[in-house]
Every structure is written in C-alpha cells, then in structure tokens.
T-cell receptor, first 116, second 111 residues
Framework: AQKITQTQPGMFVQEKEAVTLDCTYD???????LFWYKQPSSGEMIFLIY??????QNATEGRYSLNFQKARKSANLVISASQLGDSAMYFC?????????????FGQGTRLTINP | KAGVTQTPRYLIKTRGQQVTLSCSPI?????VSWYQQTPGQGLQFLFE???????NKGNFPGRFSGRQFSNSRSEMNVSTLELGDSALYLC??????????FGEGSRLTVL
C-alpha cells in the first residue's frame, strides 16, 4: 500500500522568506510520481510541481522546487521568496499505476500562512 | 483553454436523497477522476474513467457510482445519502498519464 505523510499541520512564515514543506512517502513500487498541489480557500486543487521516481534531477517550477531524496523517501516542497498569495493548503501526493490507471494518494496537507 | 468545470458548486440535500454531480474535463482530456475531501479523512480517491470505462475504484460503498459519456464528460451519483457524505467532491482530468487538473469542486452538505 502507498502512504504519504505530511507532519506539519500548519506553518507560519514571514513574507519573502523561503519555506520548506515536508513530505515522506512509502511504497514498494519502483515506478511512481510525486506531486504537490496547492488548495486555496476556493477549493480548487492547483498543480505545482512533479517529480518522477527515476528523475535524476530535482524538479523546479519558478519559485517552487522539489527536494527529492529517494533513499530517505522524502519529497519536500521548497517555496522561495514567499508571497501573501502563497497562503493556502498544500498537499503532497503520490501517483501509482494500478491496472493501467493512475491513482493519486494524498497526504493530510499543510496549511501555510504567510504573514506580512 | 477552459479548465475543469464542475456543477453544481454548492448543494444541500437531506438524508436518504440522492445526488448527481457533473464534471466537464479539459478539452482533449479523456481521463476523469473523482475524489472526496473531508476534514476527517482528507482526500480519497473515488474512481477513474477513461473512454467511458471505469478503470479504477476506491474503497467506497456501492452507493457511490459514476459514468463517463462519449464526450468525456462525467457524472457521479450518490444514492441514499448519509450525513457522512457531506464533503467537497473534486473532479480531475488528464490526458493519459501525468498531472491531474482539478476543478473547483462541488460542496455537498447532507442534513
């Protein structure tokens, strides 16, 4: 079975600081993908970044980067130069293939609050 | 390009009723997935449809069902509603594999 653990229920960060959101995962599948999504109060899940299990380099997308440490089974999200609009719930998820279909397993999320 | 559209956005039902939620995926996306989000259980996978066929189903009772039409639009139905079915129901689409693109969800309240 697959499992995602996000140990930080909430984080408070000053604007313009960098922030790291933790994510650890557990799976016996050799092939998987790791995703981070942002969920503002509107409810929509916004895709941020993706890392494949065979990718050699850490993924980056603008201010977002994924610190992928395969041996430790961690996939932390780093947001550089945080902005007030970054305040939201953040979910780490793992995608696995089951019978040819992909299913996402989500962590419990981290509520990030950016203070001015 | 229009995003994933879910209707209705909000609805209130009473126990025992049934509800149908609709999802229009991004144009060209053939896969539609449904997730349930509650404060207690978090985000849980319901099912995925691809080319009108259910390819995967989560651990939910048979009261939860879905279907996909030839234009890739999808509906999910919950029969005999229970209080615990109150949740945000999220629909997501993708092309074949890769990242899911989510809609804003349908927030269901069961009284």
């Amino acid at each position: 079975a697959q499992k995602i653990t996000q140990t930080q229920p909430g984080m408070f960060v000053q604007e313009k600081e960098a922030v790291t959101l933790d994510c650890t995962y557990d799976t016996s599948d050799p092939s998987y993908g790791l995703f981070w999504y942002k969920q503002p109060s509107s409810g929509e899940m916004i895709f941020l970044i993706y890392q494949g299990s065979y990718d050699q380099q850490n993924a980056t997308e603008g201010r977002y980067s994924l610190n992928f440490q395969k041996a430790r089974k961690s996939a932390n999200l780093v947001i550089s130069a945080s902005q007030l609009g970054d305040s939201a719930m953040y979910f780490c998820a793992m995608g696995v293939l089951i019978q040819g279909a992909q299913k996402l397993v989500f962590g419990q999320g981290t509520r990030l609050t950016i203070n001015p | 390009k229009a995003g994933v559209t879910q209707t209705p956005r909000y609805l209130i039902k009473t126990r025992g009723q049934q509800v149908t939620l609709s999802c229009s995926p991004i144009s060209g996306h053939r896969s539609v997935s449904w997730y349930q989000q509650t404060p207690g259980q978090g985000l849980q996978f319901l099912f995925e449809y691809f080319s009108e066929t259910q390819r995967n189903k989560g651990n939910f009772p048979g009261r939860f069902s879905g279907r996909q039409f030839s234009n890739s639009r999808s509906e999910m139905n919950v029969s005999t509603l229970e209080l615990g079915d109150s949740a945000l129901y999220l629909c997501a689409s993708r092309q074949v594999l890769g990242e899911l693109f989510f809609g804003e969800g349908s927030r269901l309240t069961v009284l």
